[in-house]
């Protein structure tokens, strides 16, 4: 099955702890995503790739890094300079060269701070 | 202003009853529009697309102003499942990547 593969589903970070949430897609798709969800709010970009080795930032991408090596792949590297980074991280990836191409999503990561 | 506004709800509705929700959005240049639903602690999933004409899809009409700036999302014969926050997507102006979520309007069908 096609699909996007996030991994771990819960995650736990300790003061000063750099954590690397992996996200994985077979759909063939050039552009990928990294969004941050808090309680009663829209998604927020931190990072997205429209192609292989190269990526941009989001709204919130302080605290965060990223690479894509790899077509398939989009890790997302949440560092210690993130404060506050208690939140569901959701990866999604789109066909993404012309308007009106969904964006299609893995199913989280719940990020928490030990 | 929010650049996509959308009621936050939640709205009650008894099984089998139609709701409709609107979704407002600031860019007059904008030129994609999705509606999404969100089941409580899920990923986002794609409802449908929001097409110039409007667009159905079975039970699900949505619908696309650009005179006043707004889309919206009728649920005919609303079903238990049904229940969730529908989630309103708008472009950035000139970006095919870069999406502004709306909050969501949470939706409760009850029996």
């Known amino acids: 099955d096609g699909g996007i593969t996030q991994s771990p589903k819960y995650l736990f970070r300790k003061e000063g702890q750099n954590v690397t949430l992996s996200c994985e897609q077979n759909?063939?798709?050039?552009?990928m995503y990294w969004y941050r969800q808090d309680p009663g709010q829209g998604l927020r970009l931190i990072y997205y790739s429209q192609i292989v080795n190269d990526f941009q930032k989001g709204d919130i991408a302080e605290g965060y890094s990223v690479s894509r090596e790899k077509k398939e792949s989009f890790p997302l590297t949440v560092t210690s300079a993130q404060k506050n980074p208690t939140a569901f991280y959701l990866c999604a990836s789109s066909i993404g060269d012309r308007y009106n191409q969904p964006q299609h999503f893995g199913d989280g990561t719940r990020l928490s701070i030990l | 202003r929010k650049e996509v506004e959308q009621d936050p709800g939640p709205f009650n509705v008894p099984e089998g009853a139609t709701v409709a929700f609107n979704c407002t959005y600031s860019n007059s240049a904008s030129q994609s529009f999705f509606w999404y639903r969100q089941d409580c602690r899920k990923e986002p999933k794609l409802l449908m697309s929001v097409y110039s004409s409007g667009n159905e899809d079975g039970r699900f009409t949505a619908q696309l102003n650009r005179a006043s700036q707004y889309i919206s999302l009728l649920i005919r014969d609303s079903k238990l499942s049904d229940s969730a926050t529908y989630l309103c997507?708008?472009?950035?102006?000139?970006?095919?990547?870069?999406?502004?979520w709306g909050a969501g309007t949470k939706l409760i069908i009850k029996p």
């Open positions: 997507v708008v472009n950035i102006a000139g970006s095919n990547y870069q999406l502004i």
């Open positions: 759909l063939n798709h050039d552009a």
